[in-house]
């Protein structure tokens, strides 16, 4: 591996596919730190499974989550580069809008990041890092109201479509609003209806 930035970034990007990564995007916090966005599989049929099974899968994909994390910081670490680690299960700040601004997708109507390919099912964790990595240009740059109201900057595969919206049992969405207390009353019970509805591919 050469010692440039963009030899590195292209060996980070390809690392990271290779040990359970689905996908891989790069974009900057407050245009200067660099952070790797990571996305893994998440799959709606663990909710419907008994909480032990869904315990279980949960922490085989952290598991596997962890050990990309591990090459990742490894490779950085000698580099000379250092580096904060945000796993998928962290509390703290909301990975969404980065995933976004990192070219991994764009605001669903439920509120989510859908992708093209993966739809809603996904889960992100995120890599801060002082190495010179470049941001992806975006055609939708996020924007502080997209947060507050996902609605109102759906990606373009949302557009036409609103099985989401109407999969919903809680009845969440309604005018273009979306309520969190509707919502949260079914999620506490597992509810991951918009998540199954959603293929990333406008229907």
Known sequence: MNDGST?????????????????????????????????????????????????????????????????????????????????????????????????????????????????SKLLFSALFSDAPFEAIDQTHPFEISSELNPLSSSSDSCVNCDRCLKACPGKAFKNGIFNPRRCFLKSIRGCSECIQSCTGEAQ
């Open 7 to 119: 030899d590195l970034q292209s060996y980070i990007t390809q690392t990271a596919l290779e040990n359970g990564a689905l996908l891989v995007g790069y974009t900057k916090v407050r245009r200067t730190q660099p952070v790797i966005i990571l996305a893994f599989p998440f799959s709606n049929s663990w909710i419907l499974n008994h909480p032990f099974y869904i315990t279980r899968r949960f922490g085989e994909e952290l598991w596997h989550e962890h050990k990309v994390h591990e090459k990742l910081t490894t490779l950085l670490q000698k580099e000379g580069y250092r580096y904060k680690v945000k796993s998928s299960l962290s509390v703290f700040g909301d990975i969404r809008p980065l995933a976004i601004a990192a070219g991994i997708g764009q605001w669903g109507k439920n509120g989510l990041v859908v992708n093209k390919t993966y739809g």
